[in-house]
């Protein structure tokens, strides 16, 4: 998109560093957190949802899908391990077709796909992604995904093959989303998600340090090198904002001067900066903290202030 707007720019896309760790040979790479639910052993795939998930993140699109498997009668059921914005969990249905976790902590996540069972995990986002760590998570535990055909999550899954997208018109319907769910967890399909499943696994995760290195690199080298020249002199740029040499005595003169005129002669011509000052001077004469000062400083020092800063 930076590149349609602002063409003839190269553009260096650095993914977001993660602490995660690789899955083990078993796929469990930490503990379960406390008093997860259980799910009936009965061979039921299941697909599971990751992270906080509201209306943008596809909480209703989900409640809908969670339906019409119950409607069609359809051999899958569905765990958001996170919460939404109706539910924050832990929450369970009866007929256990729909599990929420509730919050977890990254670290736990491995162990709760493995003992949720969780074949496959989905995102049903209602619009474009940016980067996504919980995709990165989805991988890291060894898992396949299954995302919008737009956005970020698109574009990581084009780049790694690590599961699919959804066509355009699958996307635009909660029916065709969910059939093309069913049809990747079916048992004829093993094969084709064991595969996906081994290619999640070998994405390369980047380290935060390795982050970090890139985005300082790419800062230093767009910083604006300034030209050497001759500088300034102080004076010039003194003079430069408007500053007018003064003193409590010159100030003091001024007024011993004044009183003795006629008022005829014309008032000097006042810089901006005295003009700015003469502002602020008026907004702090109405204040408690002006008030204050009239009445606790010299009298001497107010008449200059008000010759000054009338």
Known sequence: M????????????????TALAAPTSSG??????????????????????????????????????????RRDGLRLRFVLIGYHDAENGPWQSSDATFTIHGRYEPSELPGLLAHYRVK???????????????LSEAWA??????????????????????????TEAEWRSDDAMLARIAELVDPVASDALAAAGRRARDVVQQPIAEMTRRTLARYDACAITIPEGPAFAPERVRDALGYVR??????????????????SE?????????????????????????RAFARLAPARIRNVLKRRLP
């Open 2 to 17: 930076i590149e349609r707007y602002f063409p003839g720019r190269p553009v260096e896309v650095i993914a977001h560093g």
């Open 28 to 69: 469990v790479a930490s503990k379960p957190s406390p008093h997860p639910f259980d799910l009936p052993d009965d061979g039921l795939p299941t697909v599971a949802v990751l992270g906080a998930i509201g209306p943008d993140k596809g909480s209703r699109r989900l409640e809908r899908m969670v339906e019409r498997v």
């Open 120 to 134: 496959l995990v989905a995102f049903p986002s209602t619009g474009p992604e940016s980067f996504s760590l919980t």
């Open 141 to 166: 535990a060894g898992l396949p995904a299954i995302v919008p055909p737009i956005g970020a999550l698109a574009e990581r899954m084009r780049a790694q093959g690590a599961g699919w997208s959804w």
């Open 246 to 263: 003064w003193s409590l005595s010159d100030g003091c003169q001024s007024v011993r001067e004044g009183s003795a005129s006629s008022g």
């Open 266 to 290: 014309a008032a000097p011509a006042q810089s901006p900066l005295h003009s700015g000052l003469r502002r602020a001077a008026r907004g702090l004469r109405r204040s408690f903290a002006g």
